[in-house]
């Protein structure tokens, strides 16, 4: 079983900047793609950003250009950084991740989520 751990959220005014981690730990054989989701009150969960192994990004377009994800060399760990935060980024940021605990198959892991609220 995978683990996956955030860390990072919190309160900021508009403008701001925030950095969120997610550790994945536990049996693990190889992590494919990893990123973040977020869910806001009422609303859907939706796609913030994700990076693959070979660090291909991709990112929601209500996030480009203030928002930077990346991954360390062990391939277990996710960062985002958010730049320029906006009130509409206020929601609960999950982190996901495509992990083979044997190579044989892949399953999407998520975290516990971290809340983020910005103040305008």
């Known amino acids: 079983q995978v683990q996956l751990v955030e860390s990072g959220g919190g309160l900021v005014q508009a403008g701001g900047s925030l950095r969120l981690s997610c550790a994945a730990s536990?049996?693990?054989?190889?992590?494919?793609?990893m990123g973040w989701y977020r869910q806001a009150l009422g609303k859907q969960r939706e796609l913030v950003a994700t990076?693959?192994?070979?660090?291909?990004?991709n990112y929601a377009d209500s996030v480009k250009g203030r928002f930077t994800i990346s991954r360390d060399n062990a391939k277990t760990t996710v960062s985002l950084q958010m730049n320029s935060l906006k009130p509409d980024d206020t929601a609960v940021y999950y982190c996901?991740?495509?992990?083979?605990?044997?190579?044989?198959?892949?399953?999407?892991?998520w975290g516990q989520g971290t809340q983020v609220t910005v103040s305008s």
């Open positions: 990076i693959t192994r070979d660090g291909t990004t």
């Open positions: 996901h991740a495509g992990v083979s605990p044997t190579g044989l198959y892949f399953y999407t892991a």
């Open positions: 536990g049996s693990i054989f190889v992590i494919n793609a």
